[in-house]
């Protein structure tokens, strides 16, 4: 399984265009050793040739034209497509609601047939209270949804019946997006708001855990973890009150559903015991020092044995052996 990194900032992007932290004019005027990165966004093939969006970022459009892999292939077609229109973009599965990780579907909105996944909860807040997302519905066939029932494994099939990805989800009970009202989420069910995924093809490819938002480890999250070859995990923030620090109002790290990084509660400390993993914190803030690596936060996250992925690494899980980056 071929697992690419599209982008692996949190929402905003890294600069973002509003702020003048100390990250961010950094990296405006090069004197910070650290890269620009977009909006979360990964996207993984079990055969080279069908790809799977792990949620949709506002980033979206840009990470397909950046990347080959995703570009639409001239030839062939379907009854529904034309000769000139064939993306190898077979799905999306949104691991929740938040803006950033749904917006980049209304950029899929261009009648190509797109299959999406997602827990019933979060296609009800897209597709009943949000006419916007009536774009992808345009024609019958335009968009097919999925529902993903926490705890049940599921097949991401694609027009090659030899070639699958498994996926389990995993709720994280985390809240519901800020946009969500206490009215808009009496019917919801909270189990559904925010899942982590676990991904396996069937061709021995190894397995990937996503994770991109965790309010907190359990020590089954840990187990489901060293099951895994290839960890990317929630690194939006490196301290609880990380932007409380930039501007009064603002919610903690845990308040938005977010583990920080650091501290005794924190994903270094709680992680710390993981042997099998690679690991890779992903969804990192721009408010984040681990950005900078010449920063005493990056080094100790290195030194604990973690990663901080960049946009356009690419990782190719094959079992026995351990995860390689390209």
């Given at each position: 399984m071929r697992a690419k990194v599209l982008g692996s900032a949190a929402g905003g992007g890294f600069p973002q265009w509003n702020c003048a932290c100390r990250n961010c004019n950094g990296i405006r005027e090069r004197t910070l050793n650290a890269s620009a990165r977009s909006q979360c966004q990964?996207?993984?093939?079990?055969?080279?040739?069908?790809?799977f969006l792990l949620n949709a970022s506002p980033d979206l459009r840009l990470q397909i034209e950046g990347t080959p892999e995703l570009h639409s292939r001239p030839g062939g077609?379907?009854?529904?497509?034309?000769?000139s229109r064939q993306s190898p973009i077979a799905g999306a599965l949104l691991t929740g609601g938040d803006l950033d990780q749904v917006l980049g579907l209304l950029l899929l909105r261009e009648l190509e047939p797109i299959h999406i996944y997602s827990t019933v909860s979060v296609r009800r807040l897209l597709r009943e209270h949000n006419i916007f997302f009536n774009m992808l519905s345009r024609q019958?066939?335009?968009s097919v949804w999925t529902d993903i029932v926490p705890g049940e494994s599921f097949q991401l099939t694609t027009a090659d019946p030899s070639s699958y990805i498994a996926c389990q989800p995993i709720s994280l009970s985390g809240p519901f997006p800020a946009y969500v009202d206490g009215k808009g989420a009496a019917d919801l069910k909270t189990d559904e708001a925010v899942l982590g995924l676990v991904l396996e093809s069937n061709n021995g490819g190894g397995r990937l855990a996503y994770f991109p938002s965790v309010p907190e480890v359990s020590d089954r999250l840990l187990d489901i973890f060293e099951s895994c070859d290839l960890l990317l995990f929630d690194g939006t923030f490196w301290v609880d009150d990380e932007l409380v620090r930039v501007q009064r109002g603002f919610r903690s790290a845990t308040e938005m559903g977010h583990l920080p990084i650091s501290g005794a509660g924190g994903s270094l400390n709680r992680l710390a015991k993981l042997r099998r993993p690679r690991k890779i914190f992903v969804h990192?803030?721009?408010?984040?020092?681990?950005?900078?690596?010449?920063s005493l936060q990056y080094r100790q996250v290195i030194d604990a044995g973690w990663e901080v992925a960049e946009d356009g690494w690419e990782f190719r899980l094959q079992r026995p052996k351990?995860?390689?980056?390209c």
């Open positions: 990964i996207a993984i093939s079990s055969n080279n040739s069908d790809w077609g379907t009854p529904r497509t034309s000769a019958p066939w335009q990192i803030n721009n408010t984040n020092p681990i950005l900078d690596k010449d351990q995860a390689l980056a």
